[in-house]
């Protein structure tokens, strides 16, 4: 021990000794053992006090048959009392809000009854200024007499009153979004409603009937262009508020400024997944979700998960494993970007509702085709978190209903599984005991390896392939000023030796284009004066222009399959909010 730590290690040792010298008064009706049990802990709690103080912890023993109690002096400071003034139990509770008394002896109750294996509670507790912390107790039973009945339990208590804050924000921003989303659910169930009873009434007479269809058909139609003009203004800001805070990210920042940038990656990247998540189950609805069916290698998206997933299971100390049985390497006639996000909502939940040092396994297996249709590949999510009651399981699939509310998320993540799930054909389900874990399961048909262009790099433009070191032109045709200041930024920043040349419309861009000889155009749909998709079948039309490569940046490809038929003379398409590095990646692959 060096001469630094010798004072320190003093005052811990006068302090056992005064906590000593009030020891009888506090421990009165302690027989022999236990007293000698106190001594050990006391030599105990010296060791490990660094420790406990690092985690602003404090622990206490109560003698169950006395109501004497022992505190580390740290629980007292939390609340801003001399240690002296807890003797007994009761002079602790009776600090304890009305509010909260009753749970906190309940608790104590079941643990002493066995009902429950420890005693854990949260209550609130008054402080010397009257004002009250939250706090987080856990302890248990450490001795009984011979006929089994409880003396003794110790446990550990600490300060949760900022986390019970922050808790408190999260579920009013929760339900605002929650309010917001159910209003527009609302309409939109409304809408439906008036268009069936609509199709009813005009189905009485057969002549009206081709009417009523054409009713209803532009009616689908306006919610399709409704939702895709929704999810534009939606993501337009998003973009920015991601894209700047992003590059905030990677620069250089103190450590409150990056835990405020943090804040505003994570919740904008929450609100822009509640969005997809509710235009994705509109557009299955009314019918205009693209998909693409092919040959989809598991393999590879188990690969891809994995990656994705892994840090945020090891920040839950869960292990991610895959296992590809019984054929080595099985496909699946899926949309693979709806495959892949299907399999993430699920992996998402088993790591988010696993216990600590828990696992998760995708396993795959082949099972038999029903009546005679081809077999099928059962894919499986596999956690051993703490299970699923049986009541709650009908509940699961439907949207915006949480079985587990003491976790983030909107309810809408398996309601979309299923979605996805029926508009590919396939079938969905799960397993659940309490205590036992929960295995998700979706099955697809098996079909023969394809060409997967998923597994290949997309082949560059050799005609635009110059050497970086020149000074290189991207026309970014965009409307909305923050979008074109974030590229403006991200370029100056990450790929200095491009120039940007801006034009807020679309039309009569051809002498811009003549003028400057881009190498790379970035293209917005939704310009004011043509949309980008006319704009886009106009280069490729032109002599001049067919040979530059166009890349489409939209917050507004959630759209009908004919729109994205005309996008095909794109390179690449691009969704905002921007993900500045795969921005950044896909300029370099096609530069």
């Known amino acids: 021990m060096n001469q630094k730590q010798q004072p320190e290690q ?42 406990i103080d690092a985690v602003n912890m404090a622990w206490w023993e109560l003698n169950l048959i006395s109501g004497a109690v022992i505190f580390h002096k740290r629980k007292a400071e939390m609340l801003g009392y001399d240690p002296g003034v807890f003797k007994h139990y009761q002079d602790f509770m009776n600090l304890v809000h009305p509010d909260d008394y009753e749970t906190a002896m309940d608790a104590m109750r079941d643990h002493m009854s066995g009902k429950a294996a420890t005693y854990e509670v949260e209550y609130r507790i008054k402080t010397v200024n009257g004002n009250y912390l939250w706090f987080q107790d856990a302890g248990t ?8 009945r409880p003396l003794r339990i110790v446990g550990f208590v600490i300060d949760i009153t900022k986390k019970k804050a ?10 605002l979004l929650e309010q917001k989303v159910a209003e527009r659910t609302k309409e939109l169930m409304l809408a439906n409603e008036q268009m069936r009873q609509e199709i009813e009434t005009r189905k009485q007479a057969e002549e009206r009937s081709e009417q009523a269809l054409r009713i209803a058909e532009r009616a689908n139609q306006s919610k399709s262009e409704f939702m895709s003009r929704m999810s534009h203004e939606l993501r337009t800001p998003l973009n920015s508020i991601l894209g700047f805070a992003q590059l905030l990210e990677l620069g250089t920042l103190n450590e409150k400024q990056q835990r405020g940038v943090r804040h505003i990656l994570s919740d904008g990247k929450k609100l822009l997944q509640l969005i997809n998540e509710v235009l994705d189950i509109t557009n299955i609805e009314t019918g205009s979700l693209a998909l693409s069916m092919e040959p989809v290698r598991l393999k590879s998206i188990f690969e ?31 949309d693979y970007q709806r495959i892949k996000k299907l399999i993430s909502i699920l992996v998402d939940n088993a790591v988010r509702y696993n216990l600590p040092g828990g696992s998760v396994l995708l396993k795959t297996e082949e099972v038999p085709g029903v ?9 499986s999510v596999i956690d051993t978190g703490p299970g699923i009651k049986a009541e709650y399981i009908p509940l699961l699939f439907k949207p915006f209903e949480r079985v587990d509310v003491t976790h983030e998320g909107t309810g809408l993540g398996l309601a979309l599984a299923q979605k996805l799930t029926d508009a590919m054909n396939g079938s969905i389900g799960v397993e659940s005991l309490p205590d036992l874990g929960s295995t998700f399961w979706i099955s697809f048909a098996k079909t023969k390896p394809g060409s997967n262009l998923h597994d290949q790099p997309e082949p560059g433009h050799s005609a635009h392939q110059a050497n970086n070191e020149f000074e290189k032109k991207i026309l970014y045709i965009e409307d909305n000023e923050s979008s074109s ?106 530069l």
């Open 166 to 175: 922050e808790e408190a924000q999260i579920r009013e921003l929760n339900t």
């Open 371 to 379: 009546q005679g249709h081809s077999p099928q590949i059962k894919i």
């Open 485 to 590: 200041d974030l590229v403006a930024n991200v370029l100056a920043d990450k790929m200095p030796h491009l120039r940007l040349i801006s034009s807020r419309t679309g039309k009569n861009i051809k002498n811009l284009i003549m003028k400057e000889k881009p190498d790379l155009i970035l293209l917005d749909l939704d310009l004011p004066d043509i949309h980008g998709s006319e704009l886009l079948h106009q280069f490729k039309q032109d002599d001049d222009t067919k040979a530059i490569p166009v890349v489409i940046i939209s917050a507004n490809l959630v759209m009908s399959k004919q729109k994205l038929t005309n996008l095909e003379g794109a390179v690449s398409t691009i969704n905002k909010p921007l993900d500045i590095i795969t921005f950044v990646d896909t300029l370099k692959r096609l």
């Open 304 to 334: 891809e998960i994995t990656e994705e997933f892994e840090e945020a299971a090891n920040r839950k100390n869960v292990s991610l494993n895959q296992l590809i049985s019984p054929t080595e390497d099985p496909f699946v006639m899926a």
């Open 10 to 51: 003093s005052q811990r040792e006068d302090d056992q000794g005064k906590q000593e010298d009030e020891k009888p008064e506090a421990v009165s009706g302690f027989d022999a053992q236990h007293l000698n049990d106190i001594n050990l802990l006391l030599d105990h709690a010296t060791r490990i006090n660094l420790a």
């Open 141 to 148: 039973i450490t001795k009984r007499d011979e006929n089994g």
